[in-house]
């Protein structure tokens, strides 16, 4: 079973900027692909950003520009930047570990963009 865990959220001003980080257990770490998904009240869970195991990204549309994933393997970890914050990036953010089919989400991190 992979462990994912979260950590870096909280209250921001509009325009600021957080760092999430997400850690997952197991030796193959960096055969994950990995991704932060959000969700807001009232919507669907939506993908942020993902980076694969040869650290290809992507990203949404609405992060384009903002927000830069990264990934450190051998400290098996995965980081989101968000700058440039608006309120509606308000949302659970929530770190996913896939590995052969197999997605491992972690609790998830409140971020709050309010002034």
């Known amino acids: 079973q992979v462990q994912v865990v979260e950590s870096g959220g909280g209250l921001v001003q509009p325009g600021g900027s957080l760092r999430l980080s997400c850690t997952a257990s197991g030796r193959i770490f960096s055969m994950y692909d990995m991704g932060w998904y959000r969700q807001a009240p009232g919507k669907q869970r939506e993908m942020v950003a993902n980076i694969n195991n040869r650290s290809i990204r992507q990203y949404a549309d609405s992060v384009k520009g903002r927000f830069t994933i990264s990934r450190t393997d051998a400290k098996r970890t995965v980081s989101l930047q968000m700058n440039s914050l608006k309120p509606e990036d308000t949302a659970v953010y929530y770190c996913?570990?896939?590995?052969?089919?197999?997605?491992?989400w972690g609790q998830g991190t409140h971020v709050t963009v309010s002034s």
């Open positions: 996913c570990a896939r590995l052969r089919g197999d997605d491992y």
